[in-house]
């Protein structure tokens, strides 16, 4: 899976290098998108594969934290290789690259930490996958994993992808270099905070959930406090609130820590499937409803006008209620999953 999720990276990353046009180059995007999704949920079965307990806890965080380059690489010497080189030569080299990482895998990994001779590679059928995962729902401590996820990942994905740049340079007047210079950091920061969190889950697992409610409480006081603000609020303070809002990162690793206690090795990749879609579900929500608050204040006039604090302040208050409902269904399951254990 990993192999093919980065060919199929490759394959997207070639089809945006030679788009005659937009349309193609948005598929060639969706190619990459989807080569990520094969990458990721199978890079943590992989460690769990070789790894157990506390040493799994520490390499799949340290692992997702190191995968974080990838965006400053696209932030800072991408970039420049784009200026440099042009589109068409910059991704067909990422292409290149995505694809020479797809041998390496073939050649060099395998699923288990056994001897040569006892590896084997089997696929199930639709019908096992399935009949895993209702398995796997049906345990609390998955969906308690799944709700991890909903309530770290969104506000720091939500930023990320979308609102950080509208939000900094047009509603609060930064400027574009100030904006980038604070995703970077994000993604800097995450270096720090991604091996504190990977330690705490390894050493005293018991604390899990209490660094779920933590980080909640973190990223929403700092949302709080840049919405409380009556006008633009000062360099510094967003600085420092927009990175307590990238720990919501590294910590929503703490859902595939969950998830590696709670289920056999067998069923621990539709298990992390199953919790991955629960902080990208957030996210696309919590876009969803910025941008709709938004042109329900100014109207979808599509001008840049419409990005005003007020309007983000609005925007930026529907996350609070997507994270509320989220922390209300984590306390639940996590109950749930203790009774459960306790008998």
Same mark, same amino acid.
């Given at each position: 899976?990993?192999?093919?999720?980065?060919?199929?990276?490759?394959?997207?990353?070639?089809?945006?290098?030679?788009?005659?046009?937009?349309?193609?180059?948005?598929?060639?995007?969706?190619?990459?998108?989807?080569?990520? $999704?094969?990458?990721?949920?199978?890079?943590?079965?992989?460690?769990?594969?070789?790894?157990?307990?506390?040493?799994?806890?520490?390499?799949?965080?340290?692992? #997702?934290?190191? =995968?974080?380059? =990838?965006? /400053?690489?696209?932030?800072?010497?991408?970039?420049?290789?784009?200026?440099?080189?042009?589109?068409?030569?910059?991704?067909?080299?990422?292409?290149?690259?995505?694809?020479?990482? $797809?041998?390496?895998? +073939?050649?060099?990994?395998? %699923?288990?930490?056994?001897?040569?001779?006892? @590896?084997?590679? %089997?696929?199930?059928?639709?019908?096992?996958?399935?009949?895993?995962?209702?398995?796997?729902?049906?345990?609390?401590?998955?969906?308690?994993?799944?709700?991890?996820?909903?309530?770290?990942?969104?506000?720091?994905?939500?930023?990320?992808?979308?609102?950080?740049?509208?939000?900094?340079?047009?509603?609060?007047?930064?400027?574009?270099?100030?904006? #980038?210079?604070?995703?970077?950091?994000?993604?800097? /920061? !995450?270096?720090?905070?991604?091996?504190?969190?990977?330690?705490?889950?390894? &050493?005293?697992?018991?604390? @899990?959930?209490?660094?779920?409610? *933590?980080?909640?409480?973190?990223?929403?006081?700092?949302?709080?406090?840049?919405?409380?603000?009556?006008?633009?609020?000062?360099?510094?303070?967003? /600085?420092? &609130?927009?990175?307590?809002?990238?720990?919501?990162?590294? #910590?929503?690793?703490?859902?595939?820590?969950? *998830?590696?206690?709670?289920?056999?090795?067998? @069923?621990?990749?539709? #298990?992390?499937?199953?919790?991955?879609? !629960?902080?990208?579900?957030?996210?696309? +929500?919590?876009?969803?409803?910025? !941008?709709?608050?938004?042109?329900?204040?100014?109207?979808?006039?599509?001008?840049?006008?419409?990005?005003?604090?007020?309007?983000?302040?609005?925007?930026?208050?529907?996350?609070?209620?997507?994270?509320?409902? !989220?922390?209300?269904?984590?306390?639940?399951?996590?109950?749930? /999953?203790?009774?459960?254990?306790?008998?």
């Amino acid at each position: 899976m990993l192999a093919v999720g980065a060919f199929v990276m490759a394959a997207g990353q070639l089809t945006v290098a030679l788009a005659p046009n937009l349309s193609t180059a948005v598929v060639g995007r969706m190619l990459v998108g989807m080569g990520d $999704s094969f990458t990721f949920i199978s890079m943590i079965r992989l460690i769990n594969g070789w790894y157990q307990g506390a040493k799994a806890s520490k390499v799949q965080q340290y692992v #997702a934290t190191v =995968g974080q380059l =990838g965006q /400053f690489f696209s932030a800072v010497p991408f970039w420049y290789m784009l200026e440099t080189l042009g589109w068409t030569a910059g991704f067909s080299i990422m292409s290149a690259a995505s694809l020479f990482i $797809s041998v390496m895998v +073939i050649v060099f990994t395998a %699923n288990e930490a056994q001897s040569h001779e006892s @590896r084997k590679h %089997n696929t199930p059928s639709l019908k096992l996958a399935t009949q895993q995962l209702i398995e796997n729902i049906r345990n609390p401590g998955i969906r308690m994993s799944f709700w991890t996820h909903y309530v770290t990942q969104p506000t720091t994905t939500s930023v990320a992808l979308l609102w950080a740049v509208p939000f900094l340079v047009t509603a609060q007047g930064q400027s574009h270099d100030f904006a #980038a210079a604070t995703l970077t950091a994000m993604v800097l /920061f !995450g270096f720090v905070t991604g091996p504190v969190i990977g330690s705490i889950c390894a &050493c005293a697992p018991q604390l @899990r959930a209490t660094l779920v409610y *933590s980080v909640v409480s973190l990223t929403t006081t700092a949302w709080i406090v840049i919405l409380a603000m009556p006008s633009r609020s000062p360099s510094w303070l967003l /600085f420092i &609130c927009f990175l307590a809002i990238s720990v919501g990162g590294p #910590a929503s690793m703490i859902a595939f820590d969950f *998830s590696k206690d709670m289920v056999p090795r067998a @069923r621990l990749g539709t #298990a992390n499937g199953f919790a991955n879609v !629960g902080g990208f579900l957030a996210t696309f +929500i919590m876009m969803y409803l910025t !941008g709709l608050v938004i042109d329900l204040i100014h109207g979808s006039s599509g001008t840049l006008e419409r990005y005003t604090v007020e309007a983000f302040r609005w925007g930026f208050a529907s996350q609070l209620l997507v994270v509320a409902v !989220g922390v209300v269904f984590f306390t639940i399951e996590r109950r749930k /999953f203790e009774a459960l254990a306790a008998k």
